[in-house]
Nanobody, 118 residues
Framework: QAQLVESGGGLVQAGGSLRLSCSAS??????????MGWYRQPPGKQRELVAS???????GYVDSVKGRFTISRDNAKNTVYLQMNSLKPEDTAVYYC??????????WGQGTQVTVSS
């Protein structure tokens, strides 16, 4: 079964940028055949889907990150990325990747912490 590993988080000042990566240790084709998403869970709040990408590369974003975040995927590397620009303190959260559809969720990885200072 797939194992998801997120990386690339850190501490950044407001207005800064980070690029998150999500790699999957799984047999070839498993996550390439799925729409994938980036989720985030702020302290004390529920996890929410903020960006998704279909197998064909069609993307979608929650309103709060539109124009600032870009999701992409490299099927050859079994990897999904999230480029985050113009970061705001309210973007502070643990970020996770997983299937975009809950019925296809794989076991959650450890996530990567993003902290944006004002």
């Amino acid at each position: 079964q797939a194992q998801l590993v997120e990386s690339g988080g850190g501490l950044v000042q407001a207005g800064g940028s980070l690029r998150l990566s999500c790699s999957a240790s799984v047999s070839t084709g498993s996550i390439n055949a799925m729409a994938m998403g980036w989720y985030r869970q702020p302290p004390g709040k529920q996890r929410e889907l903020v960006a998704s990408i279909s197998r064909a590369g069609v993307t979608g974003y929650v309103d709060s990150v539109k124009g600032r975040f870009t999701i992409s995927r490299d099927n050859a590397k079994n990897t999904v990325y999230l480029q985050m620009n113009s970061l705001k303190p309210e973007d502070t959260a643990v970020y996770y990747c997983n299937a975009a559809l809950s019925i296809l969720w794989l076991p959650w990885g450890q996530g990567t912490q993003v902290t944006v200072s004002s």
